[in-house]
């Protein structure tokens, strides 16, 4: 997905710019901090660069705001990942007795990758995404969002577009950032319903009862499946790939459709027709609990999570704000109330956002310099400030400053609610 | 010995409160006296109890009724207490059921000692404790469960009446075997999701607002929660504290050797190292892979690529037949570079796993072949992924597919097929073994991928492929001490194990 204003031999020329003018380090800052409430969390946070021809630094860690911009615009670095809040400052875990150097907290995190879904989409494959597909991360969002929230209890996630062909979510309730591995790794599955790997054809299987947790994606999934599946992707258009959804059908269920099929060339109805024999089957059998057509709608839609990803605990994840070397894309975080008309191609490129900041601007900019001579660094806050401001990066800022604002919320309801408690006793 | 360090004999009523329930939490650590033979003895049984319940669990399905049944026959050869009444102690003869109940008690204690030394001995333990804790538990009728449960002190919150009502169909559909009358009828436990990982994982309870709801029949969930998180607060401490038991002569020695007595052979040894050439490897990979070796090396064929979890799986496994690091190195390299990975991306992003797996990056650690158990349980492929078993993780069809096209028999297949159906992955994979190597009965118990190799090569007679001295290091190999076999081995096995102790002991 090649675009028109972004060029990567220029990236090195750029992310100084960037680093330097437009990076939101106060909200970076404020967001890893979690409110100060405990000891050097930032502190001992690991960060991870990767510099020019794939050099990844690990074991980055920054005592303040100031030295972590510092840090930034001396290395400028083509990607920036975040890791583990360790129990020692990553920077110096070469120093401290071997086994004591641990992760101790990370943000819940889940990686959801375009690639992964190779085997069902026809529009694009590998690396590759346009808009037909990006219906599958949609889904993604609202499955897992709904189910993060109202099963497990979460409240405050963010969600980020990767920059290139997938999003990613982190979680950052105290008590996600507090979960183990095996926590992790069952709350990954739990949310996972599709499973095995190439030599599986068969890879959803539901049984009676359907978990309400299965009822909710479904009808998700049943939303977009028809103009997404049948119409967009025309899974039923062609030999081969019709082949392909049939594959896990019974025989018999088989061998109907595909006499039906030779009659009746309208996608729409051939679904229909499967939807149609599957159900007569489930009803004639005693068994019960057939689900093939809902089956196939999961097999098609439901998202794919890398549970490698969330499992460990010092695993490393892309940062929000990082931009992606190859399209020049900013990570930014997801509007979830527009998801729906989230356009991964409407995402701002740092070629962009670099022109927009040299374009001359007319209102009274050199006025208020002037005034803020005395106090140097406030100048130079404000000015970053109005500086995205007058990028298209801004409303993915404003995105993210209304997910620490409700961070910082719940943190002071939480505190009055203590020490309400203690005024009790 | 004296286990205390309170010389404090328990008398009558405190023995009964002790031991007044045939299942216990161990929440008080012995005070007896002991002698050392004991000590041995008890030691020495639970461990063999404990092996059983780790062998039971790779070859059947957990809690089925053969896995209780052959279970349920361990405990009564080594008189481990199960279900009894404290009071129908007196058996014609045999161990009264207070002895039952105190060798459990003080041979949990042992072990502990043993077994808190280190990272994986820790997870190893508890993980067996729980699985034995789990089928007791479940043996209980419910009225010696909610005895057991009051007598502990285990008190969990119900979910009201009011909720059940509106949750009534939710919960229906998130358990198997409710009805709206059950429902009413029972109860219901709402605890942090956190608390019953091994429910959420599986889906078999409703989750609301991070809440588990548990039916009262799945109620050992929480209670097996509760037991772990003991169990392993407890072995820290006791670990802790071991400074003082190692530097006792008499017991440091027997805690070692117990300890050392729960790995089978684990491979990472290479004493046949650098006797394969890597030109060898395709066609050993034809005749003395197993399948799920085979399958990820004939993917990185035709992929020129392997995703990390196939790397770890075939690259340990690598290893473990004799690789170098450098032939490691050349092997992944060249076949990377043909894909679309050049030389300096290679060297950049994938060598370091390659150094990595031989231990000479990052922490070092040396890691181990994987067994078969750990290809079949953890971390299963998903899309774009070659590793796993494919006797657990290929669909039948897909597999029987396979099978034909390595030309075994219709007859072999469906032998083949039938174990895969009841599970029996290993036992699978062994008849395969038995059917492409032509032979009656494989003569091994299958856990390992590497065993599967170098039992091949035993049976091929090694010297075309791989030169003599192999042979014979792996004959050093053959570790009389690797456990984990099925039951009616393994007894031999321990005995032989316990033959080692004696003469162990006798020295002293
Ligand atoms: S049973 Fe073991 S050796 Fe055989 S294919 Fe499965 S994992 Fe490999
Ligand atoms: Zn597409």
Redesign the interface.
């Known amino acids: 997905m090649a675009n028109e204003d972004y060029n990567p031999a220029c990236l090195p020329d750029l992310l100084p710019l960037y680093y330097r003018r437009l990076f939101p380090f106060p909200q970076y800052y404020r967001w890893l901090s979690y409110g100060g409430v405990s000891k050097n969390y930032f502190q001992n946070r690991e960060f991870c660069f990767t510099l020019k021809d794939d050099i990844y630094v690990r074991y980055q860690s920054f005592s303040t705001q100031n030295e972590l911009e510092k840090e930034m615009q001396k290395m400028v670095p083509y990607k920036i990942d975040i890791g583990a809040v360790y129990s020692h400052r990553p920077s110096q875990h070469n120093t401290v007795k071997s086994g004591t150097f641990q992760a101790l907290e990370k943000e819940l995190v889940f990686d959801i990758d375009m690639t992964d879904y190779d085997d069902v989409r026809r529009c694009c494959s590998a690396a590759d995404i346009c808009s037909k597909c990006w219906t599958l991360m949609t889904i993604a969002i609202h499955i897992l969002d709904r189910a993060l929230r109202e099963d497990f209890g979460f409240h405050h996630l963010l969600w980020v577009y990767s920059g290139r062909r997938g999003v990613h979510c982190w979680v950052c309730d105290d008590a996600a950032r507090k979960l183990s591995v095996a926590a992790r790794s069952a709350v990954a599955e739990y949310l996972s319903l599709v499973k095995g790997g190439e030599d599986t054809v068969r890879k959803v299987v539901l049984s009676d009862p359907i978990h309400p947790f299965i009822k909710y994606s479904l009808s998700v999934v049943e939303r977009y499946f028809p103009q997404y599946a049948i119409v967009e992707q025309d899974i039923l258009g062609s030999k081969e790939s019709v082949d392909k959804v049939l594959a896990p059908l019974p025989e018999d269920i088989k061998k109907d459709l595909t006499t039906f099929f030779q009659k009746v060339k309208n996608p729409m109805e051939r679904w229909e027709e499967l939807c149609t024999l599957v159900e007569h089957k489930k009803s004639s059998s005693k068994k019960g609990g057939q689900y093939f057509d809902k089956e196939i709608m999961l097999q098609y839609c439901y998202p794919r999570l890398d549970v490698n990803v969330s499992k460990g605990v010092n695993h490393l994840l892309k940062s929000p704000f990082s931009v992606h070397p190859k399209t020049g894309r900013i990570s930014v975080p997801i509007d979830l109330k527009e998801l729906d008309t989230f356009d991964p191609f409407e995402v701002p490129t740092i070629s962009l956002i670099c022109e927009e900041l040299e374009k001359p601007r007319t209102d009274e900019v050199e006025d208020e310099d002037m005034k803020d001579k005395e106090n140097e660094q406030d100048a130079g806050e404000r000015r970053r400030i109005r500086d995205y401001k007058r990028t298209s990066l801004a409303k993915y800022v404003k995105v993210f400053d209304n997910f620490l604002e409700a961070m910082t919320r719940s943190r002071k309801g939480e505190m009055l609610k203590k020490s309400d408690l203690q005024k009790d006793f | 010995m004296q286990f205390s360090g309170k010389r404090k004999k328990l008398i009558g009523s405190s023995q009964n409160d002790l031991y007044g329930h045939c299942l216990q939490f161990y929440g008080q650590p012995p005070l007896d006296n002991i002698s050392l033979a004991e000590f041995e003895t008890l030691a020495v049984e639970r461990l063999k109890l404990l092996k059983t319940v780790e062998n039971l669990g790779v070859s059947y399905v957990k809690n089925s009724v053969q896995y209780s049944k052959k279970l349920e026959a361990e405990f009564t050869s080594l008189n481990f207490p199960l279900r009894t009444e404290l009071g129908d102690q007196k058996v014609q003869g045999g161990t009264s059921e207070y002895e039952k109940r105190r060798k459990d008690h003080i041979s949990h204690f042992i072990l502990r000692l043993a077994y808190c030394q280190t990272e994986d001995l820790r997870r190893w333990f508890i993980q067996q404790e729980m699985d034995l804790f789990r089928y007791r538990f479940n043996d209980l009728s419910s009225k010696y469960k909610t005895d057991f449960l009051h007598k502990n002190n285990l008190k969990y919150e119900t979910v009201s009446a009011e909720e059940k009502n509106i949750l009534k169909d939710?919960l229906?559909?998130?358990?198997?075997g409710l009805s709206g009358i059950t429902v009413e009828e029972y109860d219901f436990y709402k605890v942090p999701?956190?608390d019953a990982?091994?429910l959420?994982?599986?889906?078999k309870v409703?989750?609301?607002?991070?809440?588990a709801y548990i039916p009262h029949s799945e109620i050992v969930t929480i209670v097996l929660n509760d037991f772990r998180t003991r169990l392993s607060k407890a072995l820290a401490m006791t670990a802790r504290s071991l400074p003082a038991v190692q530097s006792d002569e008499r017991l440091q020695p027997l805690l070692s050797h117990l300890s050392h007595a729960y790995v089978g052979q684990d491979y990472s040894i290479q004493k046949n190292i650098g006797k394969i050439s890597l030109e060898q490897i395709d066609s050993l990979s034809g005749k003395s892979f197993p399948l799920c070796m085979r399958?990820v090396h004939k993917?990185l064929r035709e992929n020129h690529h392997l995703r990390?979890?196939g790397r770890m799986q075939y690259g340990l496994f690598l290893k473990g037949i004799g690789l170098t690091l450098e032939q490691a190195l050349q092997f992944w390299r060249s076949e990377f570079v043909k894909g679309k990975v050049d030389a300096d991306?290679f060297d950049?992003?994938y060598a370091y796993s390659v150094r990595h797996m031989f231990g000479k990056e990052g922490?070092r650690t040396d890691y181990t072949p994987y067994s078969c158990m750990k290809v079949i349980l953890s971390?299963?492929?998903?899309?774009?992924?070659?590793?796993?078993c494919?006797f657990r993780?290929?669909?039948p069809?897909?597999?029987k597919q396979k099978l034909q096209s390595y030309k075994i028999s219709p007859s072999g297949i469906n032998q083949v097929l039938e174990l895969v159906k009841g599970m029996h992955y290993q036992l699978a994979c062994q008849k395969y073994f038995e059917l492409t190597h032509s032979v009656e009965d494989a003569g091994f118990s299958l856990n390992h991928p590497n065993q599967y190799f170098t039992e091949s090569q035993k049976l091929l007679g090694g010297g075309r492929d791989i030169k003599k001295e192999v042979e014979m290091s792996q004959k050093g190999q053959e570790n009389p001490s690797s456990m984990s076999r099925p039951s009616q081995e393994s007894s031999k096995q321990a005995h032989e194990e316990m033959g080692d102790l004696d003469s162990f002991f006798q020295d002293e």
Not at chain 2, 172 to 176: E, V
Not at chain 2, 200 to 203: G, I, L, N, Y
Not at chain 2, 206 to 211: S, T
Not at chain 2, 379 to 385: F, K, T, V
């Open positions: 939710k229906i559909n998130s358990s198997y999701f956190q990982l091994d959420v994982r599986t889906r409703y989750l609301l607002a991070g809440n399958h993917a990390h979890g991306k950049k992003a922490k971390n299963p492929p998903s899309q774009g992924d070659y590793h796993g494919p993780h290929s669909d069809e897909l597999l």
